[in-house]
């Protein structure tokens, strides 16, 4: 079973910027396309960003429409840790993010099924 564990929320102003990561078993990005995804209050969790990653140059990124530009998603595997930068925060971003894992690829923002999912982090974007 992977294990996935994040962190980096915080209570941030609008225009900030925050970076969250989520360390994962060794070995998951190998096996796992990863993504993370987020869940405001009374609205169902939605898809922000996902990676299939493979080592070499063929990765490939996903984003919504609403974080396109301004977050950044990546992967270290060496520290078996995703990251998930975001700048230009605004108060709308609010929500608990989560890390998930999934065996097969993202094709579409439109996915938001995982295999595995992270406890998450509540990021809070003030006026």
């Known amino acids: 079973q992977v294990q996935l564990v994040e962190s980096g929320g915080g209570l941030v102003q609008a225009g900030g910027s925050l970076r969250l990561s989520c360390v994962a078993s060794a070995r998951t990005f190998s096996n796992y396309a990863m993504g993370w995804f987020r869940q405001a209050p009374e609205k169902v969790r939605e898809f922000v960003a996902a990676i299939n990653w493979t080592g070499l140059s063929g990765d490939t990124t996903l984003y919504a429409d609403s974080v396109k530009g301004r977050f950044t998603i990546s992967i270290d595997n060496a520290k078996n840790t995703m990251y998930l930068q975001m700048a230009n925060l605004k108060f709308e971003d609010t929500a608990v993010y989560y890390c998930?894992?999934?065996?097969?690829?993202?094709?579409?923002?439109?996915?938001?099924?995982?295999?595995?999912w992270g406890q998450g982090t509540q990021v809070t974007v003030s006026y």
């Open positions: 998930g894992a999934r065996r097969r690829r993202f094709r579409s923002a439109l996915e938001s099924d995982c295999d595995c």
